[in-house]
């Protein structure tokens, strides 16, 4: 049986939402995401799609990909 613990969830300052917010990772591919977080660093997509920040024909599944990603949370 898992045994599942509560953790506190991470929110962002109210004057900042509308920055941090994005779309699901899933509904948009790598250039759609890589527009919608153009000029905006606090963009979670820099987390949720870290090849956005990576040159172009950067394989996704890398691990400096994931690597990046953690470095953006």
Known sequence: MSII?????LRPPI?????VASVPYDVVNTEE???LASGNSLSFLHVSR???D???GTDIYADAVYAH???NF
């Open 5 to 9: 613990f509560p953790f506190r969830a």
């Open 15 to 19: 004057d900042r939402v509308e920055q």
């Open 33 to 35: 995401a890589r527009e």
């Open 50 to 52: 870290p090849e956005i």
């Open 54 to 56: 990576m040159p172009e």
């Open 69 to 71: 990603a953690a470095e």
